[in-house]
């Protein structure tokens, strides 16, 4: 067996081998494209079962994102899966407060994680933002 050094190949391997889980659920093509990405993310393919689109969620969600808005994530994780260079040619930008003293304490005064905690607290600012969990 080979060993495959070159991420860009290892990534599409990677995407072969996630095609098969996705191939035969129904999706759109640009729902299959968000789907592989969520188990790509994950390593979970028996995730593939409970993904499910909204029939206007990637239109819109593409529409936002060129349209300059801002993405709010619960975890710092998913934060630096985004391509940032991407997002700003668009006039976008990325919030995680997770680690915010404020965040910590609302947390514990609330009895909620800090996840929780942090997207609770950036609710006013959600409308028109795209929201990552």
Same mark, same amino acid.
């Given at each position: 067996?080979?060993?495959?050094?070159?991420?860009?190949?290892?990534?599409?391997?990677?995407?072969?081998?996630?095609?098969?889980?996705?191939?035969?659920? %129904?999706?759109?093509?640009?729902?299959?494209?968000?789907?592989?990405?969520?188990?790509?993310?994950? %390593?979970?393919?028996?995730?593939?079962?409970?993904?499910?689109?909204?029939?206007?969620?990637?239109?819109?969600?593409?529409?936002?994102?060129?349209? %300059?808005?801002?993405?709010?994530?619960?975890?710092?994780?998913?934060? =630096?899966?985004?391509?940032?260079?991407?997002?700003?040619?668009? %006039?976008?930008?990325?919030?995680?407060?997770?680690?915010?003293?404020?965040?910590?304490? =609302?947390?514990?005064?609330?009895?909620?994680?800090?996840?929780?905690?942090?997207?609770?607290?950036?609710?006013?600012?959600?409308?028109?933002?795209?929201?990552?969990?």
């Amino acid at each position: 067996m080979d060993i495959i050094w070159d991420p860009s190949q290892i990534e599409a391997r990677s995407m072969e081998i996630i095609e098969e889980f996705v191939a035969d659920q %129904g999706f759109s093509p640009q729902e299959k494209m968000v789907a592989k990405r969520v188990i790509h993310t994950t %390593g979970d393919p028996d995730l593939v079962k409970a993904i499910r689109f909204h029939p206007q969620a990637v239109e819109v969600g593409i529409m936002a994102l060129r349209s %300059g808005a801002t993405i709010y994530t619960d975890v710092n994780m998913l934060k =630096t899966g985004i391509n940032y260079k991407k997002l700003a040619q668009w %006039g976008g930008q990325v919030f995680c407060a997770i680690a915010e003293p404020e965040v910590a304490r =609302t947390a514990q005064a609330w009895g909620i994680t800090r996840a929780a905690a942090a997207m609770r607290l950036y609710g006013p600012h959600l409308d028109q933002a795209v929201v990552a969990i």
